[in-house]
């Protein structure tokens, strides 16, 4: 090695470590995203939504945390731990929307700020709500897709939801309700749950296969609702015969689409909804913007939104999936 | 016909008879043979949890770790099948039932070497096998599509009119009444049951017999790993959440005694076939799903307060003459 080209790497390190310093003394903004439970899919490709975000806004951290198990205690001990370390916001999707305000009360009285997304927490409990579609444009989506591919549009139609409490899937059940007018040819014969759980699920799918033997669709609004009625479906020998539609990952139905036990379904994309409600975080920690009713949020490439008086915004419409487009998508999430 | 009367898995026989009779007056679909052949395979791998459970309890333990062990194994080979999608399935197979024999050895170790209630040793073991799933996999579901197709082939074969699944539980049902009969080691469970200190004074190693108990627990949930995963082409981190407490119901109810040392292979299958028969029923009559968890629950505590009447013993009064004496 050449002097000089000893000199040039000598001046290089002493540069970097130069860089590094001043940028270890710019306080690191850190963003915590909690998911409903950390093995879900769904939360996963948010959380890389958040990564996305993070590098695109600079010096930010994410902390991609969340019980092992669906439930709100397990939320309140994430947030409680979330909070002695300060982090600066925390974005959550709630597995309870009143249960957690109390915790993230005690987040937003020591400055974090806080953003809910997906499944929603109480007003009082977080700064501003980001909802990955509005209430009504999804409950007219789960009708639409089961109606979409009925032979001219009549036909037999049923719900297969999740759990009969959980707030999101009650909320799309009865913003459909208020579109049945629009599709006249549609009956809806009944509305089950299978609690996600992935037999329940199956067995409830088959008793509708069952005891409706002219059933032309089953539309579930939840993942596992979704997958366990095409199961049931196909193992049924009814491909052809019942659409299964509704709310899913790709990756999750690449394999039904293929065999045409579902010809399409919807979801809005996860990696956007955790790209932007990172956005949002980071404009309210740095000013950019004020959590209050009429203001505008950017939310970097997926656009801006407007928060409604309970300060909550929808992000975008569901997306459809179909044989056209999930190979391409099913690689992703 | 009297000795019959008195045993219950005859009355609890009875019971699941007038409960298919009674849903079918409402859905006369459900008693046609396609619909009991649903239901046997529906209920396949409960009956063979149950029957493991079943081993366990037998000698005073429980295996709360089963759901976790069979959710764990199953995500084992389908992630096994992924990356080797050329591996034959009985390898699979035999993985699976080597894979869960090894986490039901743990259990059993901790069990009989560090004399830990098995309560606290598998409700320890159920959380560590559940987060290792979260590990090996990621977080990330395994779908259908990166199933190959022979590895969900399996389950969903049939012969004679009833799934290979059925088949394996019917196989699994004959095996375990063999052990239990036929075998010193399964008179060994119930004597290690029935009076631990008995049983040692026979030359029965009480602490041995709870391992050997809990690895056949744990091969059983190793296999029925395998079918879960197989039968429903998904495999993630909640697989069968919960379900460990619906094995231990199917026992109750067919009548295995929590206190040990007593219960029936055919006991065993019985509760597993009633639940079955409930699951599937539910949906098909149209019952609210806030009463649905209501009369499983009902249906539990009915069988348990059967149990305690029929399981106490009227005392012997020994010693008689003595006690007047004094």
């Known amino acids: 090695m050449t002097p000089i080209k000893t000199l040039g790497l000598g001046t290089a390190l002493v540069t970097s470590l130069m860089l590094s310093t001043v940028t270890a003394s710019v306080a690191e903004t850190r963003i915590a995203v909690v998911a409903k439970d950390i093995g879900n899919g769904f939360f996963v490709a948010a959380g890389k939504g958040a990564e996305e975000a993070a590098k695109e806004i600079g010096d930010t951290s994410i902390i ?5 198990e669906p439930t709100a205690e397990g939320q309140i001990e994430v947030i409680n731990a979330l909070i002695a370390q300060k982090v600066d916001a925390i974005v959550i999707s709630a597995n309870d929307p009143d249960a957690l305000v109390p915790a993230l009360q005690k987040a937003k009285q020591r400055g974090i700020v806080v953003v809910s997304f997906d499944s929603g927490v109480a007003p009082e409990g977080r700064d501003v709500q980001l909802d990955p579609s509005s209430v009504d444009l999804i409950g007219k989506t789960i009708i639409k897709l089961a109606a979409d591919h009925l032979p001219d549009g009549k036909g037999k139609i049923a719900f297969l939801s999740g759990t009969a409490t959980a707030t999101n899937q009650n909320a799309w059940l009865a913003a459909a309700k208020t579109h049945y007018g629009d599709f006249p040819g549609v009956e809806v014969v009944a509305t089950v749950y299978g609690d996600d759980l992935f037999d329940k699920s199956y067995r409830e799918a088959q008793g509708l296969i069952s005891t409706h033997p002219d059933l032309a669709a089953i539309s579930a609004p939840t993942t596992v609702g979704i997958v366990a009625a095409a199961q049931a479906v196909t193992d049924a020998g009814k491909i052809g015969k019942i659409n299964v539609t509704g709310l899913a990952l790709p990756s999750e139905m690449a394999a039904h689409i293929k065999s045409g036990a579902s010809k399409s379904f919807a979801i809005w994309n996860p990696i956007d909804l ?43 419409d569901p997306f459809t999936y179909d044989a056209s487009n999930i190979d391409q998508f099913s690689s992703i999430f | 016909m009297k000795a019959l009367l008195k045993q219950r898995e005859f009355w609890l026989l009875a019971v699941i008879v007038a409960a298919m009779w009674l849903v079918s007056l409402r859905s006369p679909g459900f008693i046609q043979p396609a619909s009991l052949a649903n239901i046997l395979n529906d209920t396949s791998i409960l009956i063979m949890l149950a029957l493991g459970q079943m081993v366990v309890i037998l000698t005073r333990s429980i295996d709360l770790s089963m759901a976790a062990n069979l959710a764990l194994s199953g995500m084992v080979v389908a992630l096994l099948n992924i990356a080797f999608p050329g591996l034959p399935i009985p390898v699979l197979v035999l993985t699976a039932a080597v894979f869960g024999t090894l986490l039901g050895a743990f259990n059993g170790l901790l069990v009989w070497k560090l004399n830990i209630p098995p309560i606290v040793v598998t409700l320890g073991t159920l959380t560590i096998y559940r987060g290792m799933i979260f590990v090996i996999a990621g977080g990330s579901w395994v779908n259908a599509h990166q199933m190959t197709d022979a590895f969900k082939a399996l389950p969903r074969g049939s012969f004679g009119g009833i799934s290979l699944l059925s ?40 602490g041995r017999t709870r391992f050997i108990a809990f690895c056949v627990s744990g091969m059983v949930s190793g296999v029925a790993g395998y079918l879960w995963i197989a039968r429903y082409a998904v495999a993630y981190v909640d697989v069968a959440g919960g379900f460990e407490l619906t094995i231990i119901a199917a026992c109750v109810i067919g009548g295995i005694s929590i206190a ?12 597993a076939i009633f639940l079955g028969v409930v699951n599937n029923a539910l949906p098909v009559v149209n019952i609210s799903p806030f009463w649905q968890m209501a009369i499983s629950g009902l249906a539990i505590l009915l069988a348990v307060i059967f149990n305690a009447r029929t399981e106490r013993k009227r005392g012997r009064i020994i010693l008689k003459q003595a006690e007047h004496a004094a």
Do not use: C, H, Q
């Not at chain 1, 991609?64 to 092992?68: E, H, R, S, W, Y």
């Not at chain 2, 040990?260 to 292979?265: A, K, P, T």
């Open chain 2, 167 to 206: 088949w394996f539980a019917i196989l699994v049902v004959g095996l375990f009444y063999l052990l239990m009969t036929r075998t010193p080691l399964g008179r060994s469970f119930y004597a290690t049951g029935i009076n631990p200190t008995a049983a040692t004074y026979v030359g029965i190693d009480v």
């Open chain 2, 260 to 271: 040990g040392g007593i219960g029936s292979v055919a006991g065993a299958v019985l509760g």
């Open chain 1, 64 to 68: 991609f945390t969340g019980p092992t």
């Open chain 1, 274 to 316: 955790g790209y932007s409600a990172t956005m949002i975080a980071n404009n309210l920690i740095k000013g950019n913007a004020k959590a209050e009713p009429g203001a505008e949020i950017s939310i970097g490439r997926v656009g801006k939104i407007t928060l409604d008086d309970n300060r909550s915004a929808a992000m975008s």
